[in-house]
């Protein structure tokens, strides 16, 4: 399709046809829209644009009907919502507006280069797709529209420039009276008109243009011709042949004689103008924007080695550090837009990101710190004096003051130039209006900010700045990791010597971690190495405000802390902004909209305001506090009194998705669960530690047991079991009544450590006594599975076996499924083989009837069991394998272990002791990670048997002491693994 918004809006389908768009909302929708192709649009800028300054209410629902008339329109594809706005997915190329700019760009181009011909053929393209009046359809987007206005008359000075180089004075006089007329302060367009007047053999009227011009600039502004057009009446005075293209005498007008040259003129080589061109330089070149002669010349104290002036960067008196794909990307996206905002929050390194990419850039560059500012008055005259523009004198005392939004458009308005502006945070509002005017009517302009919130105009690209690369707890190399290497180097400038080694990168990653990568937090740490040890900074990061508070003396006030940085974020936030913030804190990995709603009682706007003003960042449709910021935030929950409460409500929310998501992980929508609580998983843990803490063991155990399925599957062993051993630690010797099953799950959960102890042993001989073997539960299902685990059948396995088939039909169908597979077991046990082969066949039906994954596991392990003790490795192989591949699906990574275990022992009946060990290697990773102790001694076992294979007796050995130590003893599931280990013993010490 094609996209027409300069003029009324329209649509081109493939074959040219018009597409029906509608009303006008969704006209003026499509223009915001297409004036943006390919990129988002936040719903804030669509807003304003659309309705103006009085939006209906309900807006938000408003524009949500317009988007979805407009895909009705155009099609669903072409309109993509995102969490910060909306898209329209069409090439740019697509759009006139965009095409225009880019026929215009080359057209600019290809005049500088000399080439006026076809500079002349792009520019009169490009304006040709002019069809009226810009973004007609979007009646409030008035800033786009003067902005588009702007460009498309710079245009035309460029293709009138390029015809004047092609010598067509004649005819371009009458369209540049009809231009200076309509803008009579371009001096552009007047020093134009007197080279097309000159050209056609009119001096004298051409003097007349600058003589109008002067006065005019003096009587409104109080200031002077620019240089351009002062050069341009030199070279007149002086009749430069440079004026007319080159061979060709001026053109007298038809049936005259041509003007002589004045007698009066000064007689001055041109080279003597300001900014001329010299006198020799051929006609066709173009002539070149001026430099405003209030700004410093080349050459002087802001010049740059890279070219152009570099006004009010300062030399950099340390290393820039991990940041070389960020400083790509600025220069990418300056290359590409007028307006570029760097975002992030405070301490991530804005400020010296954009000096690093103003000091790339090969043209003009202005610095303005914007930070000492108190109002928004105050911008533009920063910005004034950054330019060093000084106040003009005014020797009439008639003459009308100009402001000083008037003199920096005037100054700029034929200057290319980077401006920067630097901490615009305070003054979002001020500069947002400065720069929108500024880009507007200054088309050689580029404006980069550093803000912690976005300026939110039209053309705005937004780059967000992330704290730097962090390393994982345990890297393989640290100093791969940008965070450590800033660490490393503002470590060495306060320590001579120093260096990341074996013996403190521990510490050190600990360090960067805890700040999260947050280049002033870790350069503030990394000084403190002055006077404490590596080792004494990371163990006092939990007061992390009191210990970094030795910044540098010359910086801000508000980077000279690590307090300071987040309370000067903190106070620019309004009240109910402040609330959200604090109570945001309780969360502990991110919340969603939704769940922030719930538990904060504040609206999800002020959760996407803290999110446009950097207190929190979007991440995987997850709202994220560092956890600097969220430290600071809970300071401030505390000091309002409301942690009780607000901690409460997070516990309840949290245990209402566990009530709605346990039983939903044993159906076929397991993966999402599990999905879904991955991301809640930190969260989960917080909420039973704050039951424990806070003496709600009723709540804490409901959580933990409708929690245990989730946690088992994804081998969360060791940390839970920690989590239920301190719940019944707090609960004591009392015994929540009615609340038997919970109560069983929190102690069976406390042997996942694999850590046989008499505690442990005590609390599975209470599971015994509390619950029969044949209870079934009613309110917590998994336990079905974890008690039969951890204290297997009773002496009477032909009992159990009549108590599983009396009840199993009458069962919900994943209780019915693991009946069949307990069945399967009990027969196995009994010897029974074949029975034992039909029950595990339907109990693998019944699971993946239902989708479940996770059980058909079990039983393929169960499956594949019974070959490897029938001697079928080839059948226990395979079975292992689709178990494995199963288990990765899930990312269940202590039934992977499992599975390759199983694996394993079929490659060693199958004679291929080469590749067990590598299926034994990775089983023994992977129940490292999780803390499976039964899986690991099982590994460990395997390995064992490969080296005595191998005649590696004394390796065996080893393993096989390591193995033991590992195993847990009072398990019912490990009695197998214990029994191989005891048996491969003996073999090592009788083949000694």
Request: hydrophobic fraction near 45%; charge should be negative; proline fraction near 6%.
């Amino acid at each position: 399709m094609r996209f027409e918004i300069l003029g009324p809006t329209s649509v081109l389908d493939e074959d040219g046809a018009p597409v029906a768009l509608g009303g006008p909302r969704v006209r003026a929708l499509l223009t915001l829209l297409a004036l943006n192709a390919g990129r988002v649009v936040g719903a804030g800028q669509l807003v304003d644009d659309l309705y103006g300054p009085h939006p209906p209410d309900g807006v938000a629902n408003a524009l949500q009907s317009q988007v979805s008339r407009l895909r009705r329109a155009l099609g669903r594809d072409l309109v993509e919502f995102h969490p910060a706005g909306y898209r329209l997915v069409a090439d740019p190329h697509d759009v006139d507006a965009c095409r225009f700019e880019l026929l215009a760009l080359d057209g600019r181009r290809a005049l500088a280069a000399g080439d006026a011909g076809r500079a002349a053929a792009l520019l009169s393209e490009a304006l040709e797709l002019w069809r009226g009046a810009p973004l007609a359809d979007a009646p409030h987007a008035v800033s786009a529209a003067a902005g588009l206005e702007e460009l498309r008359l710079a245009a035309v000075e460029d293709r009138l420039q390029a015809d004047l180089a092609l010598g067509r004075h004649r005819d371009l006089v009458a369209e540049l009276r009809r231009l200076t007329a309509a803008h009579p302060l371009r001096e552009r367009l007047r020093a134009q008109l007197m080279r097309a007047l000159y050209g056609s053999g009119r001096q004298a009227e051409a003097l007349a243009v600058y003589d109008e011009a002067r006065r005019l600039l003096d009587r409104e502004l109080g200031i002077e011709p620019g240089a351009e057009l002062a050069a341009e009446h030199l070279a007149v005075l002086r009749a430069d042949p440079s004026l007319t293209p080159q061979n060709t005498a001026p053109n007298p007008p038809q049936n005259t004689a041509p003007n002589p040259p004045l007698s009066t003129a000064p007689n001055l080589p041109l080279s003597t103008a300001p900014n001329a061109a010299p006198a020799s330089a051929p006609a066709s070149a173009p002539i070149q924007p001026p430099v405003p002669s209030s700004l410093p010349a080349p050459g002087g104290p802001a010049g740059s080695s890279r070219g152009g002036f570099k006004q009010g960067l300062r030399a950099q008196l340390t290393s820039f550090v991990g940041r070389a794909e960020e400083l790509a990307q600025v220069g990418a996206r300056l290359r590409d837009s007028r307006l570029v905002t760097l975002i992030g929050p405070g301490g991530a390194g804005k400020t010296r990101l954009a000096q690093e990419a103003a000091a790339q850039e090969p043209g003009d560059v202005c610095f303005v710190p914007l930070a000492h500012v108190a109002g928004a008055a105050g911008v533009p005259g920063a910005v004034l004096v950054a330019l060093d523009i000084r106040d003009a004198l005014l020797p009439a005392p008639q003459r009308a003051a100009v402001g000083p939004v008037t003199r920096l458009l005037t100054a700029l308005a034929e200057r290319d130039l980077l401006l920067v502006l630097d901490n615009c945070e305070h003054l979002v509002a001020a500069v947002a209006e400065l720069a929108d005017a500024l880009l507007a009517s200054c088309p050689g302009l580029r404006v980069l900010t550093t803000s912690r919130e976005a300026l939110g105009i039209t053309g705005e690209s937004i780059l967000p700045v992330s704290p730097l690369r962090l390393p994982p707890p345990e890297p393989d190399d640290p100093l791969e990791y940008a965070a450590v290497r800033l660490f490393a180097d503002r470590a060495a400038a306060v320590r001579p010597g120093f260096a990341v080694d074996a013996g403190n990168a521990a510490d050190v990653v600990r360090i960067c971690r805890a700040l999260d990568g947050l280049p002033l937090a870790i350069e503030l740490a990394a000084a403190r190495l002055r006077t404490l040890s590596v080792a004494d900074v990371a163990a006092r990061l939990d007061d992390r405000f009191r210990l970094l508070t030795r910044g540098s003396r010359t910086a801000l006030p508000r980077h000279q802390t690590l307090r300071a940085v987040v309370a000067w974020s903190w106070d620019l936030l309004d009240d109910a902004e402040q609330r959200l913030a604090a109570r945001l804190s309780v969360f502990v990995g991110g919340a969603t909209p939704e769940a922030a709603e719930r538990v904060c009682g504040l609206p999800e706007e002020v959760l996407f305001s803290l999110a446009e003003k950097s207190l929190v960042e979007y991440v995987g449709g997850r709202y994220r506090m560092l956890d600097t910021i969220r430290a600071f935030c809970a300071e401030r929950l505390a000091e309002s009194g409301e942690t009780a409460a607000i901690r409460d409500a997070h516990t309840g929310y949290y245990l209402d998705l566990v009530l709605t998501a346990d039983p939903l992980l044993r159906t076929a929508d397991q993966l999402i669960w599990l999905a879904r609580l991955d991301q809640e998983s930190d969260d989960l843990e917080a909420a039973v530690r704050w039951t424990t803490a806070s003496g709600e063991p009723e709540t804490g155990l409901r959580l933990l047991a409708h929690s245990a399925c989730y946690w088992w599957m994804r081998g969360h062993r060791g940390v839970i079991a920690g989590l239920a051993a301190a719940l019944l630690a707090r609960i004591g010797d009392a015994r929540p009544a009615g609340m038997e099953e919970e109560y069983v799950m929190c102690l069976l959960v406390t042997a996942w450590t694999g850590v046989a102890d008499d505690v442990v042993r005590e609390r599975l001989a209470e599971v015994r006594e509390l619950l029969p073997i044949a209870h079934l539960p009613e309110r917590v299902e998994f336990l079905m599975m974890m008690r039969s685990m951890f204290t297997g059948p009773p002496g009477d396995v032909e009992q159990i076996y009549r108590e599983l088939l009396a009840h199993t039909e009458g069962l919900p169908p994943w209780q019915r499924a693991l009946s069949y597979s307990g069945a399967g077991f009990v027969l196995q046990i009994l010897g029974r083989i074949e029975e034992s082969l039909a029950t595990f066949r339907r109990a693998l039906a019944a699971f993946r009837g239902i989708g479940e994954r996770w059980g058909t596991v079990l039983v393929l392990s169960g499956l594949g069991e019974l070959a490897s003790r029938e001697g079928d490795y080839a059948a226990s192989y395979a079975l292992s394998d689709e178990a494995l591949t199963l288990a990765r699906e899930l990312d269940a990574r202590a039934e992977m272990a499992e599975a390759l275990c199983r694996r394993g022992d079929a490659l060693l009946g199958m004679g291929e002791p080469l590749g067990g060990r590598a299926d034994y290697e990775e089983a023994a990773e992977l129940a490292r990670r999780v803390g499976s102790m039964d899986m690991l001694a099982w590994a460990h076992l395997g390995m064992a048997e490969v080296a005595l294979i191998g005649g590696e007796r004394d390796a065996a050995l080893s393993l096989l002491a390591q193995a033991r130590a590992e195993c847990p003893d009072d398990w019912y599931s490990t009695e197998d693994i214990r029994n191989r280990i005891d048996e491969a013993l003996g073999r090592a010490v009788s083949e000694r």
